[in-house]
């Protein structure tokens, strides 16, 4: 496809899927949503908080954006990424490709999110729901009748 479109966004509002553009050249439009899920190595989270190089991190979008509209020959690409923190169920990463053939938007949609893990200097750190169990009061110790305290010595 000739010419294509592409658009990327690093922004720290949320991610709205972009309007219908009628492109008469696409058989196929692949729309992929990055959620941020509940847990994160098996504890749970309240989100992420997530950090970029700005001016980077845009450059490497744009580089991928190009790249993907090339080699898949896609009509458009666009890649949005939010940055800051991202609450459970909500979308960190929105991508749209637009081809010719499904097969290709697949393709291209997948290979995206692949490159932009790989590349991109977009740092993630969980926000881990606080799961601290507090006692109303120490156990006793059997010996000295005293509370017991780690470390302490009797």
Known sequence: MANPVCEVLLTEGQLNVPENRVDLA????????????GSEDGREIEGIDYEAHREMA??????IAEQ?????????????????????????LLTRVCSGHREAAFQA????????????????????KSNVLRR??????????????EGATV
């Open 109 to 128: 949609s997948r290979w995206i999110v692949e490159e932009l893990k790989k590349k991109v200097t977009i740092w993630k750190r969980p926000r881990f």
């Open 58 to 63: 845009e450059h490497q979008l744009k580089q």
């Open 136 to 149: 109303a009061s120490r156990p006793r110790s059997r010996r000295s009748g005293v509370a017991s305290s």
């Open 26 to 37: 696409a058989g196929a439009r692949v729309d992929f949503q990055g959620i941020v899920r």
């Open 68 to 92: 993907a509209a090339i080699e898949f020959r896609l009509g458009s690409v666009i890649i949005h990424h939010r940055i800051g923190f991202v609450a459970v169920g909500e979308p960190s």
